[in-house]
């Protein structure tokens, strides 16, 4: 069951109000008082709630590679999380960039997919050694490097650090999917 109490948008407060309407201009599914997601959370501080939609929104739109490697490194990171909504929102996300579902599932399970880009393969092993084992060995930070630049291995470093952010928010608030959807995975 959620944790999170629910306020309409009348019982936000001013502030909240204001950061309500900037966060939720153009997005889709919005109610009243409600964004959806993690954003909710984040409401209950208004100030920091904008701050991090701002800085969202360079990790989803404002990276130096392609969004497939940006999605399969957020997978990564809501498995590790076992992040019910993240994976919901995500999952959908990764195969719109080019994802290959037998890849994802791999993802999902905690398995090592079989890799045919050297691409894929460094940024799933860069996101899983860092929640994994939470170090990166040589080996893989020259994949990393190799495939991204010094420049991409910060970004995919610092994506890994929102999401998990996104992931933990969403988890101690027990935030689910929406009315209707399947979890998963098993609760």
Known sequence: MERLTRKTYAELSPTQQKAFDKIAEGRSGVSDGR?????????????????????????????????????IAIL???????????????????????????????????ERPDFSDARDAAVHDLAYDLHRIHHIDDATYQRAVDAFGEHGVAE???????????????NTFKIGVPDGEKLPFDA
């Open 156 to 170: 995919l470093i610092n994506l890994c650090g929102f999401y998990t952010m996104v992931s933990m928010s969403l």
């Open 76 to 110: 990564v990171t809501g498995a590790y999380w076992t992040s019910q909504y993240e994976w919901f929102a995500h999952e959908k996300m990764a195969t719109d960039a080019g994802v290959p579902a037998d890849m994802i599932q791999s993802i999902k399970t905690g």
């Open 35 to 71: 964004i959806g997601g993690p954003f909710d959370i984040w409401m209950l501080n208004p100030e920091l709630a904008e701050t991090i939609d701002t800085l969202g929104k360079q990790f989803r739109f404002n990276l130096s590679m392609d969004r497939r490697y940006i999605e």
